[in-house]
């Protein structure tokens, strides 16, 4: 009979705990948003540097990969992009490419 009640109280006091609210805002902030695919044509592309120039329905958009990833396109090229963004509240750009 005790493990039947310890489990709801056990539950109850981590959900009190603050540390929940910490990681459950951390989520809520840090999320992806505006996530969507577009279309695009490979307008131009620098293999060297890793930028490319993307024609879309949308206009021109200029995006940058890592070199490698970039080695198999081309000019001409009908690719579709991923793009979503996180709000980095207090953080400065450190200039650091970030790859996962």
């Avoid at 539950?11 to 459950?24: K, M, S």
Wanted: with cysteine; hydrophobic share 40%.
């Amino acid at each position: 009979m005790k493990n039947i009640l310890f489990t709801p109280t056990a539950l109850f006091v981590l959900c009190l705990y603050p540390g929940f609210a910490a990681a459950d805002n951390y989520a809520t902030t840090n999320m992806m948003m505006g996530e969507h695919s577009m279309g695009a044509t490979v307008a131009s592309i620098d293999h060297k540097t890793g930028f490319m120039n993307l024609k879309t329905g949308m206009g021109m958009m200029t995006l940058h990969y890592p070199a490698p990833t970039l080695k198999d396109l081309k000019k001409g090229d009908k690719i579709t992009v991923n793009l979503s963004f996180t709000k980095n509240e207090g953080m400065k750009d450190d200039g650091m490419m970030k790859m996962k």
